[in-house]
C-alpha cells in the first residue's frame, strides 16, 4: 500500500524514533519555530497583538489541502478586522492553486468578542463541520470549517498557544480530511502491536480496505464529491468499530484497520460488518446521492511472520484478490 493519500504531515516539524504522544511537548515546541512568512500570517494586528477586548484571540490553521501545500499555517484575525479567503490575489488568504474555491469565497468577521463566517455567494459553498451554511454563522473555538477543497480549523482562546500546540500535535497524528488517523500513526500502532502480540502470543489481524472505483467517484461528481465519499466512509467506518480497533487512512481512498486480540475469523466479520455498512446506504448531501463500495483484504498475524511487512503483505494481498474477483466483498488471506 502507498502513501500518495492528502495527509496533513507536509511543513510540520516533529522527532520520530519514539510514539507521537512521547513528542507532544517537543512536536508544539517544533511547529512554533517554523518560519512566520510561512505560519503566522497576521491580518489586522493591534497594539495588543490581535487579541480582543474579551482576551481571546481568533486564530486559523489550515489542516487539509488537495496539494498538501500550507498545512499547518497560521492565520490571526484581530478585534474589529476581517479576512477574505478566495483565489484572488487581492485576498487576505489567497489560494490561486484550488480551482474550487470562487475568487472572493468567504469572509470572517471578528465583532465584538465573536466571529462571523460568510459565504460570498461562492460556486461551491462553504461548510462548518460538514454542513453547508446559508446565512452569517458563529464560529465556536474547534469547528472546522471548508472552503471549496480546503478545510480550516478556527481557535478562539485566552491561551490560543496551548490551543495551538494541541491542534498542531493533532495534525501529526491525524488525517486532515477525515479526522481519523493517519498513516505515520497507524505504523507506529501496527509496530507496537506486533511488537505485543510476539511477545505474549496474542491474536492480532490487520484489515486493509479500498473504496471500489474511487477514480469514478472524482471524474463524474468532482473532487470535492470525493472528498466527501472519503469523509463518510471515515465516518461509517468509525462508528462501526471499538475503542481499541485503529482506523487510518493510510492512502488517496484506502483504509487500514488494526485489530489487536483478534483471529482472522474475528476480523473477517469486522470486515463484513463494514462493508455492508458502506454498500447498504448510499451517501446523501443537499446536492447528490453516490452509491460506493468497497473490497476488503484481511491478514491475522503467525508465528512464522518474521515482521509488520509480512502481515501487511499478506492483506494487501488478500485485498488485491477482492478487487481482481469482482470488488465489495471481503478476502482472508
Given at each position: ?34 518560519p512566520t512568512t510561512q505560519s503566522n500570517t497576521v491580518v489586522g494586528a493591534t497594539a495588543s497583538g490581535g487579541i480582543g477586548s474579551d482576551g481571546a484571540e481568533a486564530n486559523l490553521i489550515l489542516i487539509s489541502h488537495p496539494l498538501n501545500q500550507h498545512i499547518g499555517q497560521r492565520y490571526r ?157 471515515a465516518g461509517r467506518m468509525k462508528r462501526s468499530l471499538r475503542a481499541e480497533q485503529v482506523l487510518a487512512r493510510i492512502g488517496g481512498e484506502e483504509f487500514g484497520i488494526l485489530c489487536p486480540e483478534t483471529d482472522a475469523g474475528g476480523a473477517a466479520e469486522v470486515a463484513e460488518k463494514l462493508r ?58
Amino acid at each position: 500500500m502507498d502513501d500518495s493519500g492528502r495527509t496533513v504531515e507536509d511543513g510540520l516539524t516533529f522527532l520520530t524514533g519514539r510514539p507521537a504522544e512521547d513528542h507532544a511537548a517537543e512536536l508544539a515546541a517544533a511547529a512554533s519555530r517554523r518560519p512566520t512568512t510561512q505560519s503566522n500570517t497576521v491580518v489586522g494586528a493591534t497594539a495588543s497583538g490581535g487579541i480582543g477586548s474579551d482576551g481571546a484571540e481568533a486564530n486559523l490553521i489550515l489542516i487539509s489541502h488537495p496539494l498538501n501545500q500550507h498545512i499547518g499555517q497560521r492565520y490571526r484575525l484581530a478585534l474589529g478586522q476581517s479576512l477574505e479567503i478566495g483565489r484572488s490575489p487581492q485576498v487576505e488568504i489567497s489560494l490561486p492553486e484550488v480551482p474550487s474555491i470562487s475568487r472572493n469565497h468567504a469572509r470572517l468577521e471578528h465583532q465584538r468578542g465573536v466571529v462571523v463566517l460568510r459565504d460570498l455567494q461562492s460556486t461551491n459553498g462553504t461548510a462548518v463541520n460538514d454542513r453547508l451554511i446559508d446565512g452569517p454563522t458563529v464560529l465556536r473555538s474547534g469547528d472546522r470549517f471548508q472552503v471549496g477543497a480546503v478545510h480550516f480549523k478556527f481557535l478562539h482562546e485566552r491561551d490560543v498557544e496551548h490551543a495551538y500546540h494541541d491542534a498542531i500535535f493533532e495534525l501529526v497524528i491525524r488525517d486532515g480530511l477525515t479526522g481519523i488517523f493517519n498513516k505515520r500513526k497507524f505504523d507506529e500502532e501496527i509496530e507496537r502491536e506486533f511488537a505485543r502480540a510476539r511477545r505474549y502470543g496474542r491474536a492480532l489481524s490487520l484489515i486493509y480496505a479500498d473504496i471500489d472505483l474511487f477514480k469514478d467517484v472524482n471524474d463524474n461528481h468532482g473532487h470535492l464529491a470525493g472528498d466527501f465519499v472519503l469523509q463518510q466512509v471515515a465516518g461509517r467506518m468509525k462508528r462501526s468499530l471499538r475503542a481499541e480497533q485503529v482506523l487510518a487512512r493510510i492512502g488517496g481512498e484506502e483504509f487500514g484497520i488494526l485489530c489487536p486480540e483478534t483471529d482472522a475469523g474475528g476480523a473477517a466479520e469486522v470486515a463484513e460488518k463494514l462493508r455492508a455498512a458502506i454498500a447498504e446506504t448510499p451517501f446523501s448531501s443537499s446536492t447528490l446521492t453516490i452509491h460506493v463500495t468497497c473490497s476488503f483484504g484481511v491478514a491475522a498475524r503467525s508465528e512464522g511472520m518474521a515482521g509488520v511487512s509480512d502481515l501487511c503483505n499478506e492483506a494487501d494481498h488478500a485485498l488485491y484478490r477482492s478487487k481482481n474477483e469482482g470488488r465489495n466483498r471481503v478476502t482472508v488471506a
